[in-house]
């Protein structure tokens, strides 16, 4: 099992944001933190090709030592890495450190994004191609410590699904919170002149669905006896149904990608809609 927790780091407020997500983490689950910081060739927001070396070093080392403040403020105790990258790219130094990570914490937007935007390049990319479980942080949240809002998680039978599902019990138990079972479903498209659903059908379909999600959550209640589900199953577009039961959780799980993503996707319709819309940190494991 890797040990460490990786949070990406560049000093914005919403870097600032996944910095505490991931301290108070790497205290829950008692592993180290390691703070990467990629120090790219810009200034002010612009890019320079030509700017020093050393000065691109010297700024990253000045970001990273308010990154370490920062957690020595949060928990004094907490074991602390950090790490300079004097790279271009942030997503794939932050991709290459999720390959020894146990889970990497990201803002929502980075320093260099635009004000409008609700969710910046890196995070997708990172969430995409990460070889670990991704966590974005949009929102501060109060310490889990003190909350009630539940784990959610977006269950459709799919592999990734399981592995989210494997993934939020053990976080809400961690976190000595509830979790929420959540599955969509939606009626076969019909073409042609053929008459509608009658409600025996619609019935006899939701009934299938209620047993899949019961199957996807068999034998994880038995392992977490303190975790308390709640399971929903709703019809509706996916991400719609799982947005709306997120608005108020302490934490958002879903797979990287669902059934009905086509094979050669790395990041799925559904996830893509929920990393830009939801309103707590979005775990998206792969």
């Known amino acids: 099992m890797n040990r460490e927790i990786v949070v990406g780091y560049d000093g914005s407020t919403h870097a600032d944001e ?13 592993v180290p933190l390691r703070i990467v910081h990629v120090a790219r060739t810009f200034l002010d927001g612009y890019v320079v090709a030509d700017r020093p070396l050393d000065l691109t070093a ?3 080392r000045q970001v990273l030592e308010g990154g370490v403040e920062c957690l020595r403020a949060i928990d004094p105790e907490l074991e602390v890495t950090s790490q300079l990258e004097p790279q271009d790219s942030v997503a794939a130094v ?10 990497l914490v990201v ?6 994004g635009f004000a409008g935007l609700l969710l910046g390049s890196v995070s997708v990319t990172v969430a995409a191609h990460a070889h670990c479980p991704v966590v974005v942080v949009r929102t501060p949240r109060a310490a889990a410590e003190t909350s009630t809002r539940p784990v959610v998680v977006g269950v459709d039978g799919s592999p990734t699904s399981v592995s989210a599902v494997d993934y939020a019990f053990d976080q809400a138990s961690r976190l000595g919170l509830p979790l929420v079972a959540v599955h969509a479903w939606e009626m076969p498209t019909l ?5 509608p659903w009658m409600p025996e059908e619609i019935e006899e379909i939701r009934m299938a669905e ?20 709640t399971s929903m199953v709703h019809r509706g577009g996916p991400a719609h149904v799982i947005l ?5 959780a302490e934490l958002l799980v879903v797979g990287s990608r669902g059934l009905g993503g086509f094979r050669g996707l790395l990041l799925g319709s559904v996830s893509q809609a929920v990393l830009h819309h939801a309103t707590c940190p979005v775990v998206v494991v792969r």
């Open 210 to 229: 209620k047993a899949l999600l019961s199957e996807s959550l068999a034998g994880h209640m038995e392992r977490y006896p303190d975790v308390n589900v």
């Open 94 to 103: 932050l991709t290459e450190a999720s390959k020894h990570a146990r889970m």
């Open 18 to 30: 996944a910095l505490a997500w991931a301290a108070r983490a790497a205290r829950r689950e008692h």
């Open 107 to 112: 803002g929502s937007r980075g320093r260099d």
């Open 244 to 248: 709306a039961a997120s608005e108020d």
């Open 58 to 60: 010297k700024v990253g």
């Open 191 to 195: 073409f042609g002149p053929v008459p």
